[in-house]
């Protein structure tokens, strides 16, 4: 299964691939979107034109994106959650099932711990996918993004298969509580 994880941003957008088999993770590309400077309708343009070309290339089976968190300025978050919307617009566009995962959660599945560090989640990252290097912060956290969900989609797919005995549950601070 080829992943496709995308850390939003309205100045730069992470996105990273990776291929799951099994329980084995392989990296396959990884790098940044900017947007530039300018009219935000065009920024915008830029963004989904990009991921298109993203998933036009890699051809990923799926894709997982970080949701918006509010930030203490309403307008940045505002315009993050309109770069959010060119991104996941870009992904249904190319028929592909999106993800949404918090930060929390993308910490959590990559570190362990749901308020780490960037430069923690850069390491672990490095360390999962076997990289010679640090990849980028978004870059590293658009990867997280596609680890979560790699991580994620077995679990979520047992749960669909086991049925209406556990329609009660949901998703509480990274982790399924009934």
Avoid at 7 to 18: A, N, W, Y
């Amino acid at each position: 299964m080829i992943i496709l994880g995308i850390d939003p941003g309205l100045r730069t957008t992470g996105f990273g691939v990776i291929d799951k088999q099994g329980n084995k993770l392989r990296y396959i590309a990884s790098g940044t979107i900017k947007s530039g400077e300018g009219e935000l309708p065009v920024r915008l343009k830029v963004i989904l034109r990009s991921i298109a070309e993203v998933a036009a290339t890699y051809r990923p089976d799926c894709a997982a994106i970080e949701k918006v968190f509010v930030n203490v300025n309403p307008q940045s978050t505002l315009l993050l959650g309109q770069a959010r919307g060119a991104a996941i617009c870009a992904l249904v566009d190319a028929e592909l099932s999106v993800a949404e995962y918090t930060a929390l959660q993308v910490k959590q599945a990559v570190t362990g711990h749901g308020k780490a560090a960037k430069d923690q989640v850069q390491a672990m990252v490095a360390r999962l996918l076997a990289l010679p290097g640090l990849p980028g912060t978004d870059a590293a956290d658009a990867l997280g993004v596609a680890i979560c969900h790699a991580n994620s989609h077995d679990t979520l797919a047992l749960i669909s298969a086991i049925g209406p005995g556990l329609s009660g549950l949901r998703m509480k601070r990274g982790r399924l509580v009934g």
